[in-house]
């Protein structure tokens, strides 16, 4: 989902190996909220022949990168969601061994299809597509536009509209000129860094003896 | 015991619970919200076996537990918790539901907000009710962190929010406080369609350069191969990765793997210390994301220290074999 441009990055899919693309566009999908984002993106899941067993998502966006928006389309479509992998074999027919990194804790999890997976931190390298295969990406022709219309959707349902959520203001980061600059014995400056780590629970306080 | 409203709600991760303390600090803020609203803090605890959690949490200022003792509930699982979570909303009707933007966090809060057709906000890093409008504001990075968007729901609830850890303090630990407890009843369950089939503790596979929540770079400064390779003793006692500059990969005191910066990686930890490194452009393109940045330098006008929310002035190699004594004395 994106504007007519980012039909560029389905050529991108087309030429790594995807068999056709779908391009959901609309200037009225812009604007949107991850729920309203999540409910174009279900909606044309939906309306894919044959329906998907699997459906793979990024783990977040660059723009507002909330990793909000696979659970949502999860959600919407009733499927089970495994988020965070970065791996994935077929394990039967129906069922799915994938593996993933939580809580510093590697797992492998069972998951039966239908079932949406998001990707994070791929161990493979990416195969660029070459060229060539991007040429003939462009000449094939393999991808389609599905806005409001061909997805049944209302105003009510989109974009701005369809949202819950808005931006009431946005304002620049305070910047980060005014951290403190220490100077002193290095035993001090050691104690001011844990204090931070403490700060950050990333050391547990020191016990006070006695 | 005042049997007031509870419109307040925070979701009780008590995964990893000893290093994971965002419920507790979100009780904190939590009861602060509640009593600008005239209302009182609720956390939400589902599992099996959670008395301790259950009462952690009223130590900690909780007014009121929605708790589910429940078999079917024994390991976290996204389907199972959206749907009890979402039909307690519907049944108390709160005003504001947070949670840690922890792993589980981030998986169950987007899930239940599309079943309540609500908004949800990701991240934040402050949250408050503007005093003019009644407004709970929850003000989010966006653009990369160069920007801060103060997001509302106006219209649905509750407006939920995930937070990021470590921003807000929790409450002193009062043994003697106490909590209204409630059962709410238990929605018709889901049948379990996620496994965990095999889980352990995951040391030669962490999180990747990018994705890792505490990043140790070091610089030319650092001086030597070994020096250097005190930075991974570090990285291993705060559970991180390691990360160079251009000059320290050229030396080959770190594979090209580890280079950060305009041709290198892009991270975003949650505390980034950088030692030896001057602060070239070229590196801290890569390293802007960071939330806290703590930049050991020998010079005190490097431009680094314009970057760092804590600057130290000294010698690289003495503060980080003092540093990791101390990490392991504690340890």
Request: charged share 25%; with cysteine; glycine share 10%.
């Amino acid at each position: 989902m994106g504007p007519p441009q980012s039909e560029e990055a389905l050529f991108e899919a087309i030429a790594a190996g995807a068999d056709r693309g779908v391009l959901l566009t609309d200037p009225c999908f812009a604007g949107a909220d991850t729920l309203a984002t999540s409910h174009v993106l279900a909606r044309a899941i939906s309306r894919l022949e044959p329906l998907p067993s699997v459906v793979f998502c990024g783990n977040n966006t660059t723009d507002s990168d909330t990793g909000h928006v696979g659970p949502q389309v999860a959600e919407e479509l009733g499927l089970p969601q495994v988020c965070g992998i970065f791996e994935v074999q077929p394990e039967s027919l129906q069922t799915l061994l994938a593996k993933r990194v939580r809580d510093g804790y590697l797992e492998t999890i069972r998951a039966a299809c239908p079932v949406l997976f998001t990707v994070k931190g791929v161990s493979e390298p990416v195969l660029l597509p070459g060229l060539g295969s991007l040429q003939s990406a462009f000449s094939a022709g393999s991808i389609v536009r599905w806005g409001r219309n061909e997805l049944d959707l209302t105003m009510d349902e989109t974009g701005l509209t369809g949202s819950a959520t808005r931006v009431w203001r946005l304002r620049a980061a305070p910047h980060r000129t005014k951290g403190e600059i220490l100077t002193g014995q290095a035993h001090d400056l050691v104690k001011e860094i844990l204090k931070r780590l403490e700060a950050m629970s990333l050391v547990e306080e020191e016990q006070i003896h006695g | 015991m005042d049997r007031g409203t509870c419109l307040v709600w925070v979701f009780g991760d008590y995964a990893d619970y000893f290093q994971n303390r965002v419920t507790l600090q979100l009780i904190a803020k939590g009861k602060a919200l509640a009593s600008e609203l005239g209302t009182r803090v609720g956390v939400v605890v589902l599992g099996e076996d959670i008395g301790q959690y259950v009462m952690e949490y009223v130590a900690h200022g909780a007014d009121v537990i929605y708790a589910a003792d429940n078999n079917a509930l024994k390991d976290y699982d996204v389907e199972l918790f959206t749907a009890v979570a979402a039909s307690w909303v519907e049944i108390f009707r709160p005003e504001i539901f947070l949670a840690g933007a922890t792993a589980f966090g981030r998986e169950l809060f987007p899930r239940i907000a599309k079943r309540l057709r609500t908004g949800l906000s990701a991240d934040c890093v402050a949250l408050e009710i503007d005093r003019e409008t009644g407004a709970f504001v929850q003000t989010t990075p966006a653009f990369g962190g160069d920007l801060l968007a103060d997001v509302v729901t106006p219209v649905m609830r509750p407006q939920m929010a995930t937070v990021h850890p470590g921003i807000f303090r929790e409450l002193p630990h009062d043994p003697f406080a106490l909590a209204e407890l409630i059962h709410p009843p238990l929605p018709n369950l889901p049948e379990r369609k996620i496994e965990v089939v095999r889980r352990r503790k995951e040391k030669a596979r962490r999180a990747s350069l990018t994705d890792a929540g505490v990043v140790i770079v070091g610089g030319k400064g650092v001086g030597s191969r070994a020096n250097f390779d005190k930075l991974f003793q570090l990285a291993e006692l705060l559970g991180g990765e390691v990360g160079a500059t251009r000059p320290a990969v050229n030396a080959g005191w770190a594979g090209e793997e580890r280079l950060l910066g305009q041709t290198g990686k892009s991270v975003r930890p949650r505390l980034l210390i950088t030692i030896g490194t001057s602060g070239a452009l070229q590196y801290t393109a890569g390293i802007r994301g960071s939330e806290t940045v703590i930049a050991v330098n020998r010079d005190h006008s490097a431009p680094i220290f314009g970057l760092a929310d804590l600057g130290i002035v000294g010698d690289a190699d003495r503060i980080l074999s003092l540093l990791i004594e101390e990490l392991n004395r504690r340890l």
